[in-house]
T-cell receptor, first 110, second 111 residues
Framework: TQLLEQSPQFLSIQEGENLTVYCNSS?????LQWYRQEPGEGPVLLVT?????EVKKLKRLTFQFGDARKDSSLHITAAQPGDTGLYLC??????????FGPGTRLSVLP | KAGVTQTPRYLIKTRGQQVTLSCSPI?????VSWYQQTPGQGLQFLFE???????NKGNFPGRFSGRQFSNSRSEMNVSTLELGDSALYLC??????????FGPGTRLTVT
């Protein structure tokens, strides 16, 4: 079983639509990161959230960390084809390695 | 600063052979972690090195090993390759307590 679950697994939308992807766990994390990965490349860090209830915005992307620090969401407003990629969340537990979710593969069609 | 570099980018090996992959971290980063990424299992942690010492280890067989040099560069080795070892191997570097940054990966194909 995965320590971190992500949903949906796949998402295909039209340019201009809004979307939300989720990252859930039964474990508490000291911090949680979101990455975007394009084919054949390594993941690129988008944001780190550390405080329960924290909301961070990065242009059209809004990240939220759950109050209990067990879950997170990523909301994209007015998606563009350049947002296409694999979105990964990764949780850090104190003194331990990062644990990654399986990812949400997003396709934004022009 | 230059990013994390990994060599080679692509590699084809046959079953039973061994392979060594290299990672050069971002200048000043002393922590290097290795991950295996496959379509079925996603990103899985292999091990982390800091100041030439292994700090954490994932749940992989002993055929997977690594080391870190005094300049923080790291290598990982896989012996007696199996078909299931075909994957994208990613290296990430970090300053302790800070975010990790990934390299582009080495795509290993075992035939």
């Amino acid at each position: 079983t995965q320590l971190l679950e992500q949903s949906p697994q796949f998402l295909s939308i039209q340019e201009g639509e809004n979307l939300t992807v989720y990252c859930n766990s039964s474990s508490v994390f000291s911090s949680l990161q979101w990455y975007r990965q394009e084919p054949g490349e390594g993941p690129v860090l988008l944001v780190t959230v550390v405080t329960g209830g924290e909301v961070k915005k990065l242009k059209r992307l809004t990240f939220q960390f759950g109050d209990a620090r067990k879950d997170s969401s990523l909301h994209i407003t007015a998606a563009q084809p350049g947002d296409t990629g694999l979105y990964l969340c990764a949780g850090e537990r104190d003194g331990q390695n990062f644990v990654f979710g399986p990812g949400t593969r997003l396709s934004v069609l022009p | 600063k230059a990013g994390v570099t990994q060599t080679p980018r692509y590699l084809i090996k046959t079953r039973g052979q061994q392979v060594t992959l290299s990672c050069s971290p971002i200048s000043g980063h002393r922590s290097v972690s290795w991950y295996q990424q496959t379509p079925g299992q996603g990103l899985q942690f292999l091990f982390e090195y800091f100041s030439e010492t292994q700090r954490n280890k994932g749940n992989f067989p002993g055929r997977f090993s690594g080391r870190q040099f005094s300049n923080s560069r790291s290598e990982m080795n896989v012996s007696t390759l199996e078909l299931g070892d075909s994957a994208l191997y990613l290296c990430a570097s970090a300053e302790i307590g800070h975010e990790q940054y990934f390299g582009p990966g080495t795509r290993l194909t075992v035939t």
